[in-house]
Nanobody, 111 residues
Framework: QLQVAESGGGLVQAGGSLRLSCEISGSILEYYFIRWFRQAPGKERELVAL???????MYGAFVKDRFHISRDNARNTVSLEMNDLTPEDTAVYYC?????WGQGTQVIVSS
């Protein structure tokens, strides 16, 4: 059974960086289309980035070249490198693989 687990969230000051990880278990990462979403309090969940099994990537408009998604199929892990963070990036970040969701990891950016 496919399972997804996020890690790497935390508290960071504005302008700082975080690296989130999404680990896939119960299956093989290379089969899956991976998406990172986020949800801030009182807001709808929005797409942050995606990486296809063919290694194509796309980002939400708000990312503005600050984030980078990458796949490590050997480790069954997808990473989201986030740079130049702002308080507006504060949210719970979720990984999604084939409509399977993780529990999310909290990111808090202080001003």
């Amino acid at each position: 059974q496919l399972q997804v687990a996020e890690s790497g969230g935390g508290l960071v000051q504005a302008g700082g960086s975080l690296r989130l990880s999404c680990e896939i278990s119960g299956s093989i990462l290379e089969y899956y289309f991976i998406r990172w979403f986020r949800q801030a309090p009182g807001k709808e969940r929005e797409l942050v980035a995606l990486a296809t099994s063919g290694r194509m990537t796309m980002y939400g408009a708000f990312v503005k070249d600050r984030f980078h998604i990458s796949r490590d199929n050997a480790r069954n892990t997808v990473s989201l490198e986030m740079n130049d963070l702002t308080p507006e990036d504060t949210a719970v970040y979720y990984c999604n693989a084939d409509d399977t969701w993780g529990q999310g990891t909290q990111v808090i950016v202080s001003s």
